[in-house]
């Protein structure tokens, strides 16, 4: 089941994602929340913050799993996606230090960093809220357009498109990892629910395509039509060409 929210504008996006997530954090405080990087989650991680910092909102028993980080990026480097957490979430609120999980980005077996990957979140009771951004061309976290379904966290090759695009945060294109670690569809899809947010009208043909009756690996995000508990939640200019009654604003379900 999918639940549609279309929200005025990026900031009322943020304020309801952050409230979605505050509520599953009261209802259960030790939730395992899966994490997104990206510009369109940032707006919600302020309004976390924001709710922390009036104390309304304790993160103290929660737990982490990340979506995907760059192959061959230490913890620390400026454009690691751990990093990422660290500037815009993690080190503003009171989340445990111990349990904050990220694939890893430096591995010497990738087999077996994927796998533990997997196992540690089965370890944790798996994801009880997976955030998601949606790629223009469909993609949840690196699951590209492909053949088929990757089920498993597994190790991607970035497209050149992706590595040129990339290039701009990165002191030039040959410093861009060729290649990163994601969740994959079924780790994905295992979370209890999932919270997909999206902004802009770039978006709007990549939120269409996810009510299109049809589940196809070559737009990955298709594949959320079969997940019990989505709730996607998006400005009108991503909502734009969904269906009229999506347009009408407040909750939809499909
Ligand atoms: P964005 O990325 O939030 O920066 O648009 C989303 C994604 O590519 O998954």
Request: hydrophobic fraction near 40%; aromatic fraction near 8%.
């Amino acid at each position: 089941m999918i639940r549609v929210i279309v929200t005025e504008h990026y900031q009322e996006l943020s304020q309801k994602a952050a409230q979605l997530l505050a509520a599953q954090l009261q209802k259960k405080p030790d939730s395992v929340i899966g994490f997104a990087t990206g510009s369109t989650p940032i707006g919600m991680y302020k309004e976390l913050i924001n709710s922390y910092n009036r104390q309304e909102i304790s993160f103290d028993k929660m737990s982490t799993f990340n979506l995907d980080e760059y192959v061959g990026l230490t913890k620390d480097h400026p454009q690691s996606y751990y990093h990422f957490m660290q500037e815009q979430l993690f080190s503003h609120i009171n989340v445990r230090l111990e349990n904050i999980q990220f694939p890893p980005g430096i591995f010497t077996d990738a087999d077996r960093a994927c796998q533990s990957y997997e196992d540690a979140m089965k370890a944790a009771g798996g994801v009880d809220l997976q955030i998601l951004g949606i790629g223009v061309n469909g993609h949840i976290g690196f699951n590209e357009p492909d053949q088929q379904f990757t089920l498993y966290t597994h190790i991607v090759e970035l497209a050149q498109k992706t590595i040129e695009s990339n290039a701009r945060f990165f002191g030039s294109e040959d410093e861009v990892p060729r290649r990163a670690i994601t969740m994959g569809i079924k780790s994905i899809m295992d979370a209890r629910s999932i919270l997909l947010l999206a902004s802009d009208r770039n978006k709007a043909e990549a939120v269409q395509q996810i009510f299109s009756g049809k589940v196809e690996p070559q737009i990955p995000a298709t594949v959320l039509q079969l997940h019990p508990d989505v709730t996607l939640v998006v400005d009108r200019e991503a909502a734009s060409l969904l269906n009229e009654e999506f347009q009408t604003g407040g909750v939809c379900v499909w």
